[in-house]
């Protein structure tokens, strides 16, 4: 350094200054630039965030429409739920208040954590905590609302049961569309998390008794709470359903079956209304109300009784001796015989190698087609059908609806299967034998039918050849009353059989029930005619690769009253519960009894006449011998 520099320091001086300048310069650029940036060229977005940050959308739920009963009863409703929700954005200290809620909602703290960490990536969403929360739990949050800044509570509408699993697989379920769902076009209009209805009629109808929601627009706070609301559209509730459902009758079978599994189905034989539907086991609507946990949806789809199989519709099991019915029309309409014909009823007949036995082991003698269908002779539609052939006995079971889909439009409805020489050839690539012709003639072998199929079936041979169409919708309505849209008998078709067959059929239902020998005296009924049709399908399971029996038979009956006049028809499949005479006879007979209740008097109490007095109990008179068959 100079002397003159050290004595003279203003260059220096001006330098420093220059560089300060010039840093000054650059920052006010810079935040000229960042002013300009989030002014002009995000202004627009930062303005959209901030008045999001203020108002907000939230929904409002529409309640589904209500499903009564054909004498209006409520079978399915609605009730409020409380949801707790957290506004990720709102919520100003995340460890304060996960803690607290963990401790008011009963939840683990870390599951509160995760929900509202993967809450962040849409911060002002409104995410939900805890669906379904008790009420003294909503208090207790609205008490600490100041201290929980971003906790929220809504309230909406679910599905209600008052009868809790009645009907449950006629009716159906609700809960949120899935992700597999969302991923189909029919889909398009959903969003995640909305209601739709999975199963039955609430699936078939969703459209119907799915509302309009509606929304409302709020003002909030800096700490997420509502200051103002600035606009609602109200919700449109679903439209109602009128089913054609007979809510005594379903509790009359419901009652009579319990603790047995299978199937009852009530139908009117003079339009195919469906009057009751039992499934069981059967499950928990409600269950699927709220948001059903993965532990509790496979315990209940790996159930081993399977309660989610709607067995009307989709079991499929050997008709069993109910068959024969089609085998004597097949047989009547081909002139292989006539009501009057007589053939033995032995203990059993011989088939090659093979012995076909019936039911009853000392055998009956000689019989006519009247007392073969009330005694459900084995051996006596064994002969017939070798007489008839397999083809005109296919063709008849596929003219009364076996073998095909009836249409209910519920969706996974199960065909069953009318075996033909060409099936087997098909799919097993053996021939057809005789011996296949004689298991086929009593309902067993490889022939298989839903109970609503049988059914049908019997309905049509009741009414006089009418085939119809199960339904269960009589009308729809709004909420003020309107009709929106109404439902009515629908054939399939007339099944081509003559006046005179149908007329024999019907007269050996009615000896099965009414006559000494008849297989299902037990559907009798003392005020009222019933006819009707045993049948038992055996099991047989596959074991160490030999066929061997199960544990019990599935029993069947089938019956319409008044037998003359019919206006309700009943079928009942109990699984594993032996001869259909002795397990499925009485459930359709209490079905009826609810429908035709014995006409009483009323009397005034005070025109009653005073009660005897008590005697000493007598010995009780000996019981009837029970008649058990096929």
Known sequence: MTAWHTLNPAPAIQRRVGRLILVVTAVVVVLVLRLWHLQVLEGDRYVAMARHNRLRLRLVEAPRGILYDRYGQILVDNRPSFDVYLVPEDVTEPERTTARLADLLGMPAEQVAEKLAAGRIRPFTPLLLKAG??????????????????????????????????????????????????????????????????????????AFIRGIDGGEQIEVDVLGRITRLVDRTEPQAGFNLVLTIDRRLQDAAEKAFAGKNGAVVAMDPRSGEILAWVSNPAYDPSVFTQRISVEEWETLANDPRHPLQNRPLQG???????????????????????????????????????????????????????????????????????????????????????????????GDESRGLVPTPAW????????????????????????????????????????????????????????????????????????????????????????????????????????????????????????????????????WFVAYAPAHSPEVAVIVLAEHAGFGSAAAAPVARAVLEAAFPLPTVEVPRERRPVAPAVRQPTAPLPSPEPVFGD
């Open 316 to 410: 499929q099991y050997p008709p069993g001796s109910i068959f024969k019915l089609v085998v004597a029309a097949a047989a009547l309409e081909s002139g292989i015989i006539t009501p009057s014909t007589p053939i033995d009823c032995p203990a059993s007949i011989t088939l090659g190698n093979f012995t076909f036995e019936d039911w009853k082991r000392e055998g009956r003698g000689v019989m006519d087609l009247r007392r073969a269908i009330a005694e459900s002779c084995n051996t006596y539609f064994y002969q017939v059908a070798l007489k008839t052939g397999i083809e005109p006995i296919a063709e008849m079971a596929r003219e009364f609806g076996l073998g095909g889909e009836l249409g209910l439009g519920f």
């Open 133 to 206: 929360v008790p009420e003294r739990t909503m208090v207790a949050l609205e008490e600490r609302k100041l201290d929980l800044p971003g906790v929220g509570l809504r309230v909406h509408p679910i599905r209600a049961y008052p009868a809790g699993s009645l009907a449950a697989h006629l009716l159906g379920y609700v809960s949120e569309v899935n992700q597999a769902q969302l991923a189909r076009e029919e889909f398009r209009d959903f969003a995640p998390g909305e209601p739709f209805g999975q199963a039955g009629v609430e699936r078939r109808f969703d």
């Open 424 to 555: 087997k050839q098909q799919v097993t690539g053996e021939p057809w034998y005789p011996g296949n012709t004689l298991n086929t003639a009593i309902g067993q072998g490889m022939v298989l039918a839903t109970p609503l199929q049988v059914l049908t079936m019997v309905s049509a041979i009741a009414n006089g050849g009418a085939l119809y169409k199960p339904w269960v919708v009589k009308r729809v309505e709004s909420w003020q009353g309107e009709v929106v849209e109404e439902y009515g008998p629908e054939v399939l078709r007339r099944v081509r059989v003559s006046p005179e067959t149908l007329r024999i059929l019907r007269e050996g239902m009615w000896a099965v029930v009414n006559d000494e020998q008849g297989t299902g005296q037990r559907a009798r009924i003392p005020w009222i005619e019933v006819a009707g049709k045993t049948g038992t399908a055996q099991v047989v399971r596959k074991q160490l690769g030999q066929d061997r029996r199960g544990p019990k038979d599935h029993g």
